[in-house]
């Protein structure tokens, strides 16, 4: 069994790497990822990525960051310390309004900040994981599965056909910047 993981088409311009992704999906060859050095509109949609639920996700670490508050402030003001200040009742919710949005907001920032981390694998102190260094330079990288894609010669003339300046074959899953 080879031990090549993935096959690595670059190229130098980024209509030459959308021409390789249309050639490549027409004869059923599955891209595994496309790495490139800014962003491209539209590739997510040629690629089939999924809409991100990291709104979902802000959304409820809100609604926490909110009842968190009004549950402390509440706890706080009329069952361990009910003083009455001014004829007020012991929980004046318009008083705790701006400190109830702040943590919110508070609770939002850092739920999202972990989520992406944990969705991304981005934790800090790891190891980038870059399939070919140039990715974040100056090349266009398309990565396929070697172990789901047989005809290697096949794919290498669909990228090659395509404008591909060098087509790779990586051993290893990942390169290291270290």
């Not at 599955?30 to 800014?38: F, L, Q, S």
């Not at 609604?63 to 310390?81: E, H, N, P, Q, S």
């Not at 330079?137 to 070697?146: L, T």
Request: charged share 20%.
């Amino acid at each position: 069994m080879s031990n090549i993981k993935y096959i690595l088409g670059s190229f130098g311009d980024p209509d030459e790497m959308m021409h390789g992704i249309e050639k490549l999906q027409e004869n059923n060859i599955k891209i595994h990822d496309v790495y490139t050095p800014m962003p491209i509109h539209g590739i997510e949609a040629k690629l089939g990525v999924k809409r991100s639920r990291l709104d979902i996700a802000a959304f409820f670490f809100g609604i926490t960051g909110t009842i968190t508050m009004l549950t402390g402030v509440y706890l706080a003001t009329a069952v361990d310390w009910p003083i009455n200040i001014g004829g007020k009742t012991h929980f004046a919710l318009p008083d705790f309004i701006p400190i109830t949005f702040e943590l919110t907001i508070l609770f939002c920032a850092f739920g999202l900040v972990g989520s992406y981390y944990a969705s991304t694998h981005l934790f800090p102190g790891r190891a980038p994981r870059v399939m070919d260094l140039r990715a974040t330079n100056d090349r266009f990288i398309i990565a396929i599965d070697a172990k789901q894609n047989i005809e290697h010669t096949k794919i290498d003339e669909l990228l090659k056909g395509a404008g591909a300046l060098e087509v790779k074959y990586n051993e290893r899953k990942y390169v290291s910047y270290e």
